[in-house]
């Protein structure tokens, strides 16, 4: 997948020049010419990613962000930068992973020993690696034109660290999806996508550890909605009859598709914001409002996680578009759940959960609590151990209230 939707989303401000280039300008330098040194900049930088090595091409992305983020005045203006740098990064990471770990393409590794080097890397990058390479594990079958089977049940992948275990999965649904979808005819009737549909599902079922299923499974909505956007409204048709878990699935997946599509990737203050309008105009149900919006907050955290400040501004601008319902606060309650349980020991987790807004804005303050800090802190003290313990981290890939999971656990 991604390779295509990484490079698709750093070219795509620049190929289209005056749209994309003018947004970053006008927006975060509405005072300079759209031909200015920084234009420049980036679109050298962004263009010799198709000529250079993975690693040359990620570094020279990263210096060029990092360049614009030192000329770019204002605080506001600095988080829209900011976030635009931290998408680079957990994408370049994900994309470039062999770059990023040192490993050959092509070389015969172990996916113990690439996970081992995923998970040395610090932690933010090591959660992205690692999730590379389970979509770099899955696509080495369908380069030998070998059906996956077993890929994460295999007797000795029992060495895998728990940690890994919840971006694995999701790295695989990735590669699963992106092949069964790209294997549509242009004008696909519905017999051939519910038949691809059945064929998607049997083969998460097939790969996947107990407990973590529906976590390849959500990846279907995030494909669909990047890469084949024309196939989202009979894809949702399609899994009505199907399955209705795994229609919540689809759209949490569309949710967090919504955050990465080129429109809201590149800088543009309030993109976040535009992807929650979306989500509520393209859904045909409440079902897939929930789920889409709860899939927004999941980036919008996982991705910033290491600046809660950007979080603070989306809350602060766009709070009304989220306070009809609990979804967005279910989706960053259990973001940072995965985050936990993918990354335990990231200083970054603990910062994020003691940020506080500053005391004089009330308003921020109340909202923090309130879409934030109140609900994550009771899921992550009250239910995350029930979930862990009991192996139903997959349950988190929908929204739906952590109470009645942890109830159904109990009863159970």
Known sequence: MIGELTKSIM????????????????????????????????????????????????????????TVDSMIPGAENHLVLQEFQNKLQAFGVFEYVESVIDQKPGYGVTLPELVDRAQALEPYDAVWATEGCGHLYANRCFSEDRLPKNLLQEEHLSVLPGSSLITLHAGMGLSFATHVLNSLPL???RQEIREALHRFIAMCRQNSREGYTEIALEALGLVAR????????????????????????????????????????????????????????????????????????????LVNIRHPQIMNLFLSTHHRLISDNDSFSQGVSTALITWLDSAPNDPSLKAFRDYRPEDEDAGDVARWEEFV???????????YPKIKKEWRLGELFRYQSIVRITAQIEQA
């Open 226 to 301: 990047t890469m084949h956007p024309r196939l989202v409204p009979l894809i949702d048709h399609e899994l009505s009859d199907i399955d209705l878990d795994i229609l919540s699935l689809f759209w949490h997946g569309i949710g967090r598709g919504l955050y990465f599509l080129p429109i809201n990737f590149v800088p543009h203050f309030g993109s976040a914001g535009r992807a929650i309008e979306m989500a509520q105009t393209e859904a045909p149900h409440g079902l897939g409002r929930r789920n889409a919006i709860a899939g927004i907050a999941w980036p919008l955290t």
């Open 373 to 383: 800090a109140g609900p994550s802190e009771s899921a992550i003290r009250e239910y």
């Open 187 to 189: 004008q696909s009737s």
């Open 11 to 66: 070219r795509l401000p620049w190929d289209l020049s005056t749209t994309g280039l003018g947004m970053l300008t006008k927006r975060v330098l509405p005072n300079e010419n759209p031909e200015d040194r920084i234009g420049h900049l980036l679109q050298g930088a962004i263009a010799a990613s198709d000529r250079l090595s993975p690693g040359t091409s990620l570094d020279l992305v990263r210096q060029a962000i990092q």
